[in-house]
């Protein structure tokens, strides 16, 4: 089942900001992520928050696909009000989920339509949505694109039939790739495929040929994510009871160099641990608001927002924050306003994971300590580091956990 959201404190019923939240804003990036909780079956490895049709049966009406974009809508419109009437033009907006593409395309139309509507889009807003390879086809596609959507990100995760059944994942090997040449040939010029590595029964070889059919295919970003077991799921069960083994550090480490060496050999470059792209362009300019502290408002169940310092969660469960908007007040359960420090700590753990590495000038003195013996040790770019930064050389990225705590702690 997907985990549990943090407690934090409450928040008021129209949602209002603290002021000091509001200050600056408009000249930080501001985004939009925009949660769809739906999908046709549960993978086996996943704790995001998503409900199938089954899942959902006893909620009826207020928690349907049919009505799904509507209170979305009504969600854009309320942090509309929320962030008053600064000039905030938005620079990217994510459909995640859960799988977006299980609505009809108008109904992603629209509320992108709404964003635009509400708080108008940059000239060169990046526009995407996850998506199903099964759950599009170049008509769908088309729609997309005459709607405003320039960047697409489908779930390829491998190209072996037995890994994609241990994983619950149910498309053909191989539609992932014509995804990629229906959504060229429909005009999107961003592209990515999100391979994982790790699952037990996955060899060198197989992972070799997901990257192979995934280079082919000719994305101009590829994710690669290690496997992670998350308590609760149905694959972490199968492992408990000793039905599948534990994939150990080692192997996803090797499986990591693997992909590196493919991607790089392809023309793709590292510019977050997990993340390649043919060029600047070609990079997720939504995930990287994420990664520098930037703004953005996350739309639909479970999603977290983050303004000025100040994050927020909706309510999980579709039903509940379908209530929340049709009684007119805030869907958000809970929010906690972020200490300097905490927001000293977080740069450093998202700045490092980034080809640019962070400043060194973030690290309090322990950590400029265990930096400097994270240089010796191979793990930071000697080049950054005399020019002020701290950036994870290939073996680093292999250790960037560890790398991580030893510069917060």
Excluded at 340 to 352: A, F, N, T
Aim: hydrophobic share 40%; charged share 25%; glycine share 10%.
């Amino acid at each position: 089942m997907p985990s549990a959201l943090p407690d934090g404190e409450p928040v008021p019923s129209d949602g209002s900001l603290p002021d000091h939240a509001l200050v600056g804003l408009g000249r930080r990036p501001f985004g939009f992520y925009v949660h769809v909780p739906y999908c046709a079956t549960r993978c086996g490895y996943c704790d995001f928050n998503t409900y199938t049709a089954t899942e959902l049966r006893s909620s009826g009406a207020v928690a349907s696909q049919e009505t799904y974009a509507d209170n979305l809508i009504a969600e854009i419109r309320h942090a509309r009000r929320v962030l008053g009437d600064a000039e905030l033009p938005v620079q990217t907006v994510f459909l995640g989920g859960g799988t977006p593409t299980l609505l009809p395309a108008r109904d992603l139309v629209r509320m992108l339509a709404a964003i635009r509507d509400e708080f108008g889009l940059a000239a060169d807003a990046e526009v995407t949505t996850e998506a199903n390879p099964e759950s599009v086809n170049p008509a769908y596609l088309a729609e997309l694109r005459e709607g405003g959507y320039n960047r697409l990100s489908f779930g390829m995760q491998s190209a072996r039939p037995h890994v994609l059944t241990l994983l619950d994942r149910h498309h053909t090997p191989g539609r992932p790739e014509a995804c990629v040449a229906e959504a060229r040939a429909e005009g999107f010029e961003h592209v990515n495929l999100d391979l994982i590595y790790g699952t037990p029964g996955e060899s060198d070889d197989d992972w070799r040929a997901s990257l192979d059919a995934a280079i082919g295919a000719g994305p101009d970003h590829v994710s690669a994510y290690s496997l992670i077991v998350e308590d609760g799921t149905k694959l972490a069960a199968r492992i408990k009871r000793g039905e599948l083994p534990m994939v150990d550090d080692d192997v996803h480490a090797d499986r990591y160099l693997i992909a590196e060496e493919a991607l790089a050999a392809a023309g793709y470059s590292w510019y977050e641990v997990s993340n390649w792209a043919t060029t600047d362009a070609g990079r997720c300019r939504h995930n990287e608001l994420y990664w520098t502290g930037a703004d953005w408002w996350g739309a639909g169940p479970g999603a977290h927002s983050h303004v000025g310092g100040v994050r927020w969660w909706n309510a999980k469960h579709p039903a509940a924050y379908a209530r929340a908007l049709a009684e007119q007040r805030t869907p958000a359960q809970g929010r906690e306003v972020l200490p300097d420090e905490d927001r000293r700590v977080e740069r450093i753990l998202l700045e490092l994971r980034l080809r640019e590495g962070c400043p060194l000038s973030l690290l309090a003195a322990d950590g400029r300590r265990a930096a400097e013996r994270a240089l010796a040790d191979g793990l930071l770019d000697a080049g950054a580091f005399a020019a002020g930064r701290a950036v994870l050389t290939l073996q680093g990225r292999l250790l960037a956990d560890a790398v991580v705590r030893d510069l917060v702690d």
